[in-house]
């Protein structure tokens, strides 16, 4: 069996998207995370085969199951014109159950399953959609995503996440 991709016609392309929690506050039912094309077609040209398993296994399917998301990166970051990038970034972490690499070949890829790495979250880091011309339907756009050390006393949530990041701005309200 191949793999399924969710993809969304916008007017500037085709993206695949994943939804995630509504942590902004608003009547959506959820957010739609994006991921641009070409960052696919690229991940799979440099036979990054955990990340694009990880897109399709990790962050499609558990993304809805987010956590807790975080807002600041604390270190400098400069992109395009914009000094203060760090401090839009956002990171939507949870403790996902297994992790996924795509495995076989072009003409018949499929995921192999693994177990989540013992005491980590997965984390996604997120920029905000600042191209709502060309992408209306999308509120962010998963830029990376990786495992992360967990906190021991906040399940869900990166070690030392009050010093990774300016601050928490949304937990789940189930427990």
């Known amino acids: 069996m191949g793999l399924v991709v969710e993809l969304l016609k916008q007017p500037g392309s085709h993206v695949w998207v994943a939804d995630a929690p509504d942590w902004t506050g608003s009547s959506k039912s959820h957010l739609r995370i994006a991921v641009y094309l070409p960052t696919i077609v690229g991940r799979a040209e440099r036979g990054l085969s955990w990340q694009l398993g990880q897109m399709y296994g990790v962050v499609g399917t558990g993304l809805i199951m987010t956590r807790h998301v975080f807002q600041g990166l604390k270190r400098d970051m400069y992109v395009r014109d914009d000094k203060d990038a760090a401090s839009k970034k956002l990171v939507a972490t949870w403790a996902a159950s297994r992790d996924a690499e795509i495995v076989g070949d072009r003409s018949n890829p499929h995921l192999n399953y693994v177990p989540a790495p013992e005491n980590r979250v997965f984390g996604v880091y997120i920029s905000p959609n600042e191209m709502l011309t060309d ?41």
């Open 135 to 175: 992408y209306p339907d999308i509120d962010g756009w998963a830029e990376h995503w990786a495992w992360i050390a967990a906190d021991p006393d906040c399940p869900g949530a990166p070690i030392d996440w009050n010093f990774r990041y300016d601050k928490k701005v949304w937990s789940s309200p189930v427990s």
